[in-house]
Each structure stands twice: as structure tokens, then as C-alpha cells.
């Protein structure tokens, strides 16, 4: 709730970049294997996040209140969020792979 992801450079044990956000963050999904990372935050936004740069490349707006979870399609061409504003949304993730 800090309003900060850190990914972490495993191999040396130390923060790799720290990724800011304007509220706070409730819960992630990775995007498959791939290097994108996706954040749920308190604002209602979702952020995919470049994990080896450390850089927000897409932003998903919708919904008026926190993200409580998020879920990747089995073909992993879809995010879905589920919200405390009560509503679920569905996002194309396909240009993330």
C-alpha cells in the first residue's frame, strides 16, 4: 500500500527498479511467461509494467473503485478484473506476450 512495486534482481538480492504509483497496490498477475507484469490498485487503474525496464507501456482505466483481483486467460490473451465497485472487466493483453 505503499504505492510502489519493487522487482527484484533475484541473483544479487537487491531492488532492480521500483515501479511508482499513485495509490496504493492490492494485487498483480504475471502476464504468462512473459516479462510484462500486471498491477490492480486502489484507484481502480491497472498497469502493465516492463519488468526488465521497469516501465508502465499501458494503463486500463474502468472502474471507480480498488481492483480486488486479477486473472489471465488460459491463451493469455485476456486480463480480467474484478473490482470493489462490483463490476468485472476484460481487458485484451495479446500485444503483452
Do not use: Y
Amino acid at each position: 500500500m505503499d504505492r510502489n512495486l519493487t522487482i527484484w534482481d533475484v541473483q544479487n538480492s537487491s531492488p532492480r527498479f521500483i515501479c511508482n504509483h499513485e495509490e496504493g497496490v492490492t494485487c498483480l498477475a504475471w502476464l504468462g511467461a512473459s516479462k510484462f507484469l500486471a498491477t490492480g490498485c486502489c484507484d481502480g487503474r491497472i498497469c502493465i509494467w516492463n519488468c526488465l525496464s521497469g516501465e508502465c507501456v499501458e494503463t486500463f482505466k474502468g472502474h471507480e473503485h480498488a481492483i480486488q483481483s486479477l486473472s489471465v486467460s488460459s491463451n493469455l490473451e485476456f486480463l480480467v478484473s474484478v473490482s470493489m465497485d462490483g463490476t468485472a472487466r476484460v481487458f485484451e493483453i495479446s500485444n503483452f506476450h
